[in-house]
């Protein structure tokens, strides 16, 4: 009986190791038993040292690639980008003065933001009963920022020509040309990150092709 019963705590002993030793490889497997996978300051600094790593690494151009097409909203981006396209379309620059111009095409970007931010704001609210929150409408505010960042392109041109002390009929033109471009290389960069064949990639970029034609076509017909 003595041995029957050092035979079953032997086994017990067994069993609760190889548990504890299972659920340690668990959380390793997991994450949990390292400082990169605990919720610990070690693991939310080493994550942090690595988004740095990856920033520095990163060259000019992406990081301003980066900053017109964020990775969290580019279609607000895009966006942005047909709206201020649009708006100068419609736009003379023959009896405008350049701040006229720039400033009533940033109010206008600015005010896009605010009423696309608002817009998905009071739609969540009605649509789901929901009360007022200042915490949703400020993640709202800064997810929808996108749609400014993406018209920048255009505005840099303006401000550009400008300063080079071209017209202003000529900086509205290439104004509205460099939306036509910004698409078009938009429709490029999705396929590429993609991987389409070079078929479709020809024609994402004819579709980007497009929809900077009927901007042309709006500001000739305005015109």
Known sequence: MKRDRSIGAHAGQSMDTHTKSTDLDTDTREGKDTPEGKDTPEGKGTRACQRTDTYASQSLA?????????????????????????????????????????????????????????????????????????????????????????????????????????????????????TVASLIVFELAAGIRSKARPLELVLEVLVGAGMGTTILVLRALLH
């Open 62 to 178: 992406e990081r301003i690639a980066g900053w017109i097409v964020p990775e969290r909203n580019p279609a607000g981006a895009v966006y942005g980008l047909i709206t201020i396209g649009a708006l100068l379309a419609a736009e003379s620059g023959l009896r405008d003065t350049y701040p006229e111009t720039v400033g009533s095409a940033a109010i206008a970007v600015v005010l896009y933001w605010f009423a696309h931010s608002y817009s998905d704001v009071l739609g969540l609210r009605l649509a789901e009963h929901a009360d007022f929150s200042w915490g949703e409408l400020g993640r709202t505010f800064s997810r929808d920022w996108s749609i400014a960042t993406g018209s920048s392109v255009p505005l840099l041109v303006l401000l550009a020509a400008w300063a080079t002390g071209a017209s202003q009929a000529t900086a509205v033109t290439d104004a509205v040309w460099s």
